[in-house]
């Protein structure tokens, strides 16, 4: 069965850097886009970034030129790492498996809180 374990988050202060992974398992990873989705609290949860098999990225707005999505087919791995991070991205951050331009499934989420 389809099963994605995220790792990585934590504490981290304004302007600092996280890296989160997503290890993926039960299906052909390299065939599918992954991505992922964030929710805070009190609010619906969003895509974050998105990565093809191809290797195409995209992201939303509030997040381009500080994250970056990345693949490694052979480990079956997605990274997001996080640079320049604000309090507003705070949320706990989901790996997502995407089919039909949506994501289907997802891992229990790794915290990521942006506090000084």
Same mark, same amino acid.
């Given at each position: 069965?389809?099963?994605?374990?995220?790792? $990585?988050? $934590?504490?981290?202060?304004?302007?600092?850097?996280?890296?989160? *992974?997503?290890?993926?398992?039960?299906?052909?990873?390299?065939?599918? +886009?992954? #991505?992922? !989705?964030? &929710?805070?609290?009190?609010? &619906? /949860?969003?895509? =974050?970034?998105?990565?093809?098999? +191809? $290797?195409?990225?995209?992201? =939303? !707005? *509030?997040?381009? !030129?500080?994250?970056?999505? +990345? /693949? !490694?087919?052979?480990?079956?791995? =997605?990274?997001? &790492?996080?640079? +320049?991070?604000?309090?507003?991205?705070?949320?706990?951050?989901?790996?997502? /498996? /995407?089919?039909? $331009?949506?994501?289907?499934?997802?891992?229990? #989420?790794? &915290?990521?809180? =942006?506090? *000084?």
């Amino acid at each position: 069965q389809v099963q994605l374990v995220e790792s $990585g988050g $934590g504490l981290v202060q304004p302007g600092g850097s996280l890296r989160l *992974s997503c290890a993926a398992s039960g299906f052909s990873f390299n065939i599918f +886009s992954m #991505g992922w !989705d964030r &929710q805070a609290p009190g609010k &619906q /949860r969003e895509l =974050v970034a998105i990565i093809t098999s +191809s $290797g195409n990225t995209y992201y =939303v !707005d *509030s997040v381009k !030129d500080r994250f970056t999505i +990345s /693949r !490694d087919n052979a480990k079956n791995t =997605v990274y997001l &790492q996080m640079n +320049s991070l604000k309090s507003e991205d705070t949320a706990v951050y989901f790996c997502s /498996r /995407r089919t039909a $331009g949506r994501s289907e499934y997802w891992g229990q #989420g790794t &915290q990521v809180t =942006v506090s *000084s």
